[in-house]
């Protein structure tokens, strides 16, 4: 693959349900809290607006969704903005600035040193509940009610703002908004349009009549809350929230020697067209188009080893979905992709209309690492309802690729009418910086653990190892491995062979070409002399 247009992110500002910040935001995540709440009166009086009947004319059939803290609270000073104008100003814009001055503090970057830069601003956003709302009659209206609410403005604002002379648009292309509005950054940066380039999404909720309207499609679920991937799926719950990035080509964030979150290799947008019926339906078809379009040719499949799903959580998005990444990428990758969405079910679907929370735990996992331990995850999956999911296995799998010294790899994939891919690498170090994060946490038990581990691996023949290896990966007992049957007809496809490779590197410090997995006619015995050849010193005998 060609890396040399990626694209590193550098900065990272958000605020989501659960308090401001990356921090609190991983926070909730750890803790497994479920940010679902009752609509609050000030946000607008929800009972009257409610029926457990979704076929009841202009009522919504839920009234809980997920809510940022602190609404609407904005020091319009630091900004530079007047309190008339402030007063007037759709509470997106805010959230948008707020965020914006975030990520620049992530990346130390000052704002005398942004200021007259070619940066170019790309906002993704769809909610207009604030012009909905503002009824003001022609007599009290003013200048800054055009400037504060239209859409062009939310990214215009940024621009104006801290002084960036880049391209800056606004778009809204419904649930991928946020990864449309990134996409077009991504190629804004390298054919020179911009040197850098602050990308975002935004939504908010302040008003009844979104809720009616997604309650007569059904597309709602009673509780307020995501259920991707489940039997008990009902559709899908509103949350709010709002994040920033700061991109910059990977080069140039070498050369400035920047925090690298993580780097972006590629993407890809594609549109349904007429190929399914009504015009919100997801097309299966399409979106294997769209896969195609950077799988293999521009990337292998066989390094991917997480994929963020949309993750509707309805009964029509939901199979389409796993069946398109299940045909193309393997069914050992559901796993993966559904426990990214078990996660992000925490704070509802945010990335349906602004992405970023989507991206922010992505990079987040890969550069911190994945909860303290299973049994998070085991309480996570089991509250939502989740069937399909084997929490050992997922916790393992993910654990796994967290600590490999290799680059790591993520996709990213969002489909609502319209659809996007994004292919992820992540920077070596984040081995060292879990592994320090280990250590501050459980202090010398994760040394005593990690020395106990070795000697266990090392007493086990190799024969055994691999079983115990091919037994964890399938969920099959040792006993009912047959020495002789192929890995592949024990179930070890193309994701589950780059996982075992991970495994013995990460345990073994040995490197076994995945070829030599994929080969149809490699056994337990044989992938075991392998190892042990692999193992052997230079100049040792074969």
């Known amino acids: 693959m060609d890396t040399k247009d990626e694209i590193a992110i550098v900065g990272i500002g958000c605020n989501f349900p659960g308090g401001e910040g990356i921090d609190n935001f991983w926070r909730v995540l750890v803790e497994g809290r479920n940010c679902v709440v009752e609509i609050p009166p000030e946000r607008f009086e929800s009972k009257s607006w409610y029926d457990p009947d979704s076929h009841k004319p202009g009522k919504t059939s839920t009234r ?51 200021s007259g830069s070619k940066t170019g601003v790309f906002v993704g956003m769809m909610n207009q509940d604030y012009r909905l709302m503002n009824g003001r009659t022609p007599t009290e209206a003013s200048h800054y009610d055009g400037t504060g609410t239209a859409m062009s403005i939310a990214a215009n604002r940024i621009s104006y703002t801290f002084n960036l002379t880049g391209p800056s648009v606004a778009i809204d ?7 449309y509005a990134l996409h077009f950054a991504l190629h804004a940066i390298k054919q020179g349009d911009c040197e850098a380039a602050l990308c975002g999404g935004v939504s908010c909720i302040m008003e009844p009549q979104v809720f009616v309207a997604l309650s007569k499609a059904k597309m709602l679920s009673p509780e307020g809350v995501s259920k991707p991937f489940s039997i008990k799926a009902d559709g899908y719950g509103r949350g709010e929230g709002c994040g920033v990035i700061l991109l910059k080509s990977l080069k140039k964030a070498q050369e400035d020697f920047s ?63 796993a069946e398109s990444l299940a045909s193309f990428l393997g069914n050992a990758l559901q796993a993966n992709y559904a426990a990214a969405n078990s996660f992000l079910d925490l704070f509802c679907q945010f990335r349906r209309n602004c992405g970023l929370s989507g991206q922010s735990i992505n990079w987040g996992a ?88 070795s000697k266990d691996l090392a007493a086990l023949k190799s024969e055994d190892y691999i079983i115990s290896l091919v037994s964890q990966l399938t969920s099959t007992d040792p006993s009912d491995i047959a020495m002789n049957t192929p890995l592949l007809s024990l179930g070890i496809d193309s994701m589950l062979a780059m996982t075992l490779r991970n495994l013995i590197y990460l345990e073994q410090k040995v490197d076994i070409p995945l070829v030599k997995i994929l080969d149809p006619h490699s056994t337990v015995p044989s992938l075991a002399l392998l190892l042990e050849e692999c193992s052997k010193e230079p100049g040792e005998p074969k």
């Open 259 to 321: 925090k690298i979150w993580g780097v972006i290799n590629v993407s890809a947008v594609n549109q349904n067209g007429r190929s399914v019926t009504p015009i919100t339906r997801p097309s299966q078809e399409e979106q294997e188009k769209l896969l195609l379009s950077i799988y293999p040719e521009r990337v292998d499949p066989s390094v991917v080893q997480y994929i963020e799903a949309h993750g509707t959580g309805t009964p029509a998005g939901d199979p389409v979905e």
């Open 366 to 453: 890969l550069n911190l690492g994945l909860l303290d331990g299973k049994n998070q995850l085991q309480k996570l999956v089991e509250s939502k309802g989740i069937s399909i999911l084997q929490v050992d296995e997922i916790h393992e799998n993910l654990k796994t690729s967290l600590t490999l010294n290799h680059p790591q790899q993520a996709a990213v994939k969002l489909n609502f009418k319209t659809m996007i891919n994004n292919y992820y690498r992540q920077i070596p170090a984040i081995r060292s910086r879990l592994h320090t994060i280990m250590i501050e946490h459980f202090g010398s038990q994760a040394e005593l653990f990690e020395q106990a581990t």
């Open 173 to 179: 292309t419904a649930c991928s908004s946020f990864s």
């Open 64 to 114: 809980h969704a997920a809510f940022t803290e602190e609404f609407n609270a904005f020091d319009n000073r630091l900004f530079g903005i007047n309190d008339v104008e402030a007063e007037r100003m759709d509470p997106q814009q805010k959230l948008l600035l707020e965020c914006t001055y975030r990520a620049l503090e992530d990346a130390g970057v000052p704002r005398e040193n942004i």
